[in-house]
């Protein structure tokens, strides 16, 4: 059900091999920053990283095992770039105790959620409140509506959303990785609200 292609980008990390725990800065114009996406299994995480990273949609791949890793780098109107260094971890319970290896020490948190699926939101609470309690104080964390394009299917309405959202200090979106449709905006906004480093 996911999207992955659990291929890890060979240029990514080359230098001391890649390692899960480096939250990572270059400079003020050019972040390098970990990025971990949690949630449910099916709800479309890989599948949101494949459209963000290679542009492509695979409605047949399979189901992420572990985790898998991808970089990406965006350029920003102001000039500065963010590399992403993603991690997409497993939904299935049986994987859940590996999360924090990968979400600790991340600067970015996205949870996703299915739009179709309530117990799938159920399940983004309880990342959002693992991630309140074991997470960097300061991550920038976004909760995303996945599978917007089943919105004749819809069983979460997007206020929910909007709402739980604004009480946990994240910025919320809804996206499409089938139809790419929010997919780079939801990137483009984490950059945006990254913390930036003083020149020193």
């Not at 542009?55 to 990406?72: E, I, N, R, Y």
Request: hydrophobic share 40%; charged share 25%.
């Amino acid at each position: 059900m996911g999207c992955s292609s659990s291929v890890p980008d060979r240029s990514a990390g080359r230098i001391g091999g890649i390692n899960p725990d480096n939250g990572g800065v270059v400079d003020a114009k050019n972040l390098k920053v970990k990025l971990v996406l949690l949630g449910d299994s099916g709800v479309g995480k890989s599948c949101i990283v494949l459209r963000f990273v290679r542009g492509q949609f695979d409605p047949t791949s399979k189901v992420t095992v572990g985790a898998s890793f991808l970089s990406q780098t965006i350029a920003l109107q102001d000039s500065s770039t963010v590399k992403f260094e993603i991690w997409d971890t497993a939904g299935q319970e049986r994987y859940a105790a590996l999360a924090p290896l990968y979400y600790r020490g991340a600067a970015v948190a996205v949870v996703v959620y299915d739009i179709t699926s309530p117990e799938s939101f159920s399940k983004a609470q309880y990342w959002v409140k693992e991630l309140q309690k074991h997470g960097s104080p300061d991550i920038v964390m976004a909760l995303v509506g996945n599978k917007a394009d089943l919105h004749e299917r819809r069983e979460v309405p997007a206020q929910d959303g909007i709402d739980y959202a604004e009480k946990n200090g994240m910025f919320f979106i809804e996206t499409s990785a089938k139809t790419a449709d929010n997919i780079n905006q939801l990137f483009e906004e984490i950059a945006k609200r990254l913390p930036r480093p003083s020149p020193s």
